[in-house]
């Protein structure tokens, strides 16, 4: 398999360029719109075809590539099917599976931080049949865990949250890697650490809000931090209701 992170050190943000080298295959995950030559100029040299971009769900705090890459390089553009949104988009469901060649991409719809959030478990065939790594979005952070106020009824939608975690991410094996969309630097969380990476088990051991009970858990996840400035103006641009 072809990985490469994309850090962003000035926001704490992260995009993830990977696929299957033998066939050539390849997707972009959580892209930047102010980077799109990055990515294609990666996917080149690797001899990757981008056939599918993945936004793990609507950006708050940065103006997404997704469409336009997909644009560029006739891939897919695709986010969870519950997305509200004002232009077509390839759907995708819980339990859904994008072949990559060897790669394989499994979907988890882990609503929480946003209603449409998904996570996505990679599998590399010539490595084996178990999961190798997850890229979480901002779901699941190294030390923390996504904010849930953005769309509103905040805890509500972190009482959701306690039960994705719990019931989808942390059922995962221990030795899985995770990626998430953010780091140290983002206000999409409070918390994070600076590392960018971390496994399943390393997060079930050391991650304070995965040990919270679920009443503590909500409390907890009302301390966040201020809401992005553009908030408003970034969410209308990556839902399409207004000009990038």
């Not at 106020?149 to 094996?173: C, Q, S, V």
């Not at 858990?217 to 809401?227: G, I, Q, R, S, Y």
Request: glycine share 10%; proline share 7%; net charge negative.
């Amino acid at each position: 398999m072809i990985f490469s992170p994309f850090y962003y050190f000035n926001t704490g943000c992260a995009a993830y360029v990977f696929g299957c080298g033998g066939l050539g295959l390849g997707a972009v995950v959580d892209p930047q719109l102010h980077d799109l030559d990055t990515y294609v100029g990666f996917a080149a040299a690797k001899g990757l075809r981008i056939t599918h971009v993945i936004d793990t769900h609507i950006h708050a705090d940065h103006r997404s590539g997704g469409r336009a890459l997909a644009e560029r390089t006739g891939a897919r553009y695709c986010l969870h099917r519950s997305a509200d949104v004002s232009f077509a988009f390839t759907p995708l469901d819980d339990g859904e599976q994008i072949e990559l060649g060897n790669t394989r991409l499994r979907v988890i719809h882990t609503p929480g931080h946003t209603p449409e959030s998904i996570a996505l478990v990679v599998t590399d065939l010539r490595r084996g049949p178990e999961p190798w790594f997850v890229l979480t979005g901002d779901t699941l952070f190294v030390g923390a865990v996504g904010r849930p106020d953005l769309p509103g009824r905040a805890r509500e939608n972190a009482a959701e949250l306690h039960t994705t975690l719990h019931e989808k991410l942390l059922a995962l094996p221990d030795d899985v890697e995770v990626y998430p969309a953010h780091f140290s630097g983002s206000v999409c969380g409070a918390g994070m650490s600076g590392k960018p990476s971390s496994t399943i088990g390393f997060e079930k051991r050391f991650n304070p809000m995965l040990s919270m009970p679920r009443e503590a858990f909500v409390d907890a996840l009302t301390d966040v931090p201020p809401k992005p400035a553009e908030m408003a103006d970034i969410l209308r641009v990556n839902q399409g209701r207004s000009a990038p």
